[in-house]
């Protein structure tokens, strides 16, 4: 659970937003939630810097930039968690991340790579994936996830995953995400969809809905996520987001991010 949360919080760190011509990107994201009787505290920064800079056309979403742009990039994360547990005393979890994603506008390939630490652990966990883009706005992955839970073996687990943007009347757009992941040694699978609206190329609000099931529609847990984003300066971006039900703990969690680019 402890590799589940701080993974799913760098994850969080990674989401993109971006500036008309910009190289660097800082993130900041904070959760918090009462979670397995403790009260969470998490703290996240990340930074991406893309090896070409990243232009963000002026008839597209600001946050799509990274993913239209095609430009090839590099990722560190850090996260602190603060689990207090009342009279029982609080304890702390600390990790980070390292990796990047290779893409070029003369080819339609795509290819990323993760690695996840704890500290003073030996939890790992190593994400890849290869992907190709069917249209400029329309990219397909397959998935590999690589667990070594602390004093558990090790797990690999296979996935396919794709995201589309489209273009809608009035200057509007929308994203739709569907992945799915195998949980190695059980039954289940992991589905996911999601969905962005974007009002213009500032403002996002979006649905995903999550859940681990035997087959498609047999759901065994499920979560609920409500999220938005607004691009207040065209280099600074501000989210918000709850998850209802978590899959990994059943409880609620909330998130504040912001993120800027330069």
Not at 41 to 64: G, I, T
Not at 65 to 72: D, P, Q, T, Y
Not at 137 to 151: F, Y
Not at 187 to 213: C, I, K, Q
């Amino acid at each position: 659970m402890k590799r589940t949360l701080i993974a799913t919080a760098l994850s969080l760190c990674s989401a993109g937003v971006l500036a008309n011509s910009f190289q660097h990107q800082t993130n900041l994201d904070y959760q918090w939630g009462d979670i397995l009787n403790a009260d969470l505290r998490s703290y996240n920064l990340s930074h991406q810097f893309y090896l070409n800079p990243v232009q963000a056309a002026n008839n597209m979403p600001l946050a799509e930039a990274g993913f239209l742009s095609r430009s090839s990039s590099l990722l560190f994360g850090y996260s602190y968690n603060q689990f207090d547990f009342g009279n029982l005393g609080k304890t702390s979890l600390s990790g980070w991340s390292l990796g990047g994603e290779y893409r070029d506008v003369n080819h339609n390939f795509y290819a990323s790579l993760l690695w996840t630490e704890l500290n003073n652990s030996d939890d790992r966990v190593g994400q890849a994936s290869l992907g190709y883009y069917l249209d400029p706005s329309w990219l397909l992955k397959l998935d590999v996830e690589h667990l070594r839970p602390d004093g558990d073996g090790s797990v690999t687990q296979y996935g396919v995953s794709t995201k589309k943007l489209m273009t809608l009347a009035h200057g509007d757009f929308i994203s739709v995400e569907a992945s799915y992941m195998d949980q190695a040694n059980s039954s289940l699978g992991r589905f996911g969809v999601a969905g962005d609206y974007y009002f213009g190329r500032n403002l996002s609000l979006g649905l995903a809905y999550d859940w681990t099931s035997k087959g498609v529609f047999d759901s065994e847990s499920d979560a609920f996520t409500v999220r938005g984003q607004w691009y207040a300066m065209p280099n600074l971006a501000l989210r918000a987001g709850v998850t209802f039900d978590s899959l990994e703990t059943g409880d609620d969690l909330y998130h504040l991010g912001a993120s800027f680019r330069f």
